[in-house]
């Protein structure tokens, strides 16, 4: 071999102990010892990896144990894949899913960029979408009747930004009574909180931009599925060929703050009930909405399906609406101002000019979106630090 060719040619193989921590395999594409190991593999893709988009070893252990963690103590297994963001998880599951003619049943309060891809992108694609209160199992049932082509209800509970729960149980009977699948984005309670899994649910994506990771620091989502040939004929199919994979780098990012998912649950739950509790005594305040305050008119329906806490996510409205709305996130000042969630810090957010800004005014006023509502994603810092800043913000 010729000294150019010498160091270029790639010399993977040279050997080491086992790394403790997950490598990152920055590689597009695996290399084959002959053309039968290639050939054997093509035909069946599960047994090794061939081209990145197609699958990775890093991004593989990522989605293996979220979907480890969906399953933890339930007597299944799931199987996971990791996308390029929480859309792209959400896009595949109804891409790879559904046909033209066929229905989603959801709810008018899912997260804004949810409600776009389903008015603005699938349904010119001949997807319907109905937009329901999931909440009213009567009525659900009776539009599972009149509409028999739902193939998916689609639930988010709880809810961004309303925090609005609905019941799994009951959800998946009605779907499965209809040869529909229920599908549930996790995000918000994550696995550690809420498993959709115990309650009949056949798929779970998340946004692992969120507190998957917790960190902020990368862009990713995924889908996991009850039903091993479903998840690969359909929704990895879907993702490999629209190349909505996760990268490596992302998905090992998320892999971190994995490791200390269960800790930042359980602080984010205490602290927000804590501001939750602050806000819903103080004048200011017309309405304060997070599952865990006896008030909350779903309190029970996430007593009964979340566990050792009720996480981060919380919303108030003030009574001097929008104007006052704007002061207080204005004032705030250890609290940042930042379109997005589950970050270890306190982040705050106005949803009608940010996350929901596209969401048809009606349907976002209809669901309690208002102008006046302040999304709080509340942190793990010490509660005295979060509380002092509201008080301050608050203060007339
Ligand atoms: C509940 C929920 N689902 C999905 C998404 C979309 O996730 P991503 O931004 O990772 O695409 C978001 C984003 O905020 C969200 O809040």
Redesign the pocket.
């Known amino acids: 071999m010729q000294l150019d060719s010498f160091v270029v040619k790639e010399r993977p193989d040279s050997r080491t102990t086992a790394p403790h921590i997950l490598p990152i395999y920055a590689t597009s594409s695996f290399a084959f010892e002959n053309l039968d190991e290639c050939i054997a593999v093509f035909q069946n893709p599960t047994t090794a990896h061939t081209y990145s988009r197609y699958g990775n070893p890093t991004t593989d252990v990522v989605a293996r144990k979220i979907a480890d963690l969906e399953t933890f103590n339930l007597d299944f297994q799931a199987y996971g894949i990791m996308t390029s963001?929480?859309?792209a998880a959400?896009s595949a599951l109804f891409i790879g899913l559904l046909r033209p003619g066929e229905q989603i049943l959801t709810q008018g309060n899912l997260?804004g960029?949810?409600t776009e891809l389903l008015t603005d992108i699938l349904r010119p694609l001949g997807i319907e979408v109905i937009f329901a209160d999931l909440r009213n199992i009567e009525q659900t049932e009776k539009l599972l009747h009149t509409h028999p082509r739902v193939r998916i209800i689609y639930a988010?509970t709880p809810a961004?930004p309303t925090l609005a729960c609905v019941d799994l149980l009951a959800l998946a009977q009605l779907a499965h009574h209809r040869d529909a699948w229920l599908a549930v984005?996790n995000?918000?309670a994550t696995p550690i909180l809420q498993q959709p899994f115990a309650f009949g649910a056949d798929f779970i994506v998340h946004?692992a931009?969120?507190f998957l990771n917790g960190h902020g620091n990368s862009?990713a989502?995924v889908v996991v599925g009850r039903d091993f040939e479903l998840m690969r004929q359909k929704v990895w199919r879907t993702v490999k060929l629209m190349g909505a994979n996760c990268s490596p780098f992302e998905a090992w990012l998320a892999h971190n703050g994995l490791k200390t998912l269960a800790l930042r649950m359980r602080r984010h739950s205490a602290n927000a009930l804590a501001l939750a509790q602050f806000l819903e005594q103080h004048p200011a305040v017309s309405r304060v909405n997070y599952p865990g305050l006896p008030a909350h008119p779903d309190a029970e329906v996430a007593r009964r399906q979340m566990r050792g806490g009720y996480g981060a996510m919380l919303s108030f409205e003030l009574k001097g609406g929008f104007e006052a709305a704007l002061r207080c996130v204005n004032r705030l000042k250890f609290c940042s101002l930042v379109p997005?969630?589950g970050d270890v810090d306190t982040l705050v957010l106005h949803p009608a000019s940010s996350?929901h800004i596209n969401v048809p005014p009606d349907l976002r006023l209809q669901h309690g979106i208002t102008d006046g509502l302040i999304r709080v994603s509340v942190g793990i810092e010490n509660p005295d630090d979060i509380l002092a800043d509201f008080e301050q913000a608050l203060a007339a």
């Open positions: 963001s929480g859309m959400i997260y960029g949810t988010e961004n984005d995000t918000f946004s931009t969120k862009i989502g997005t969630l996350s």
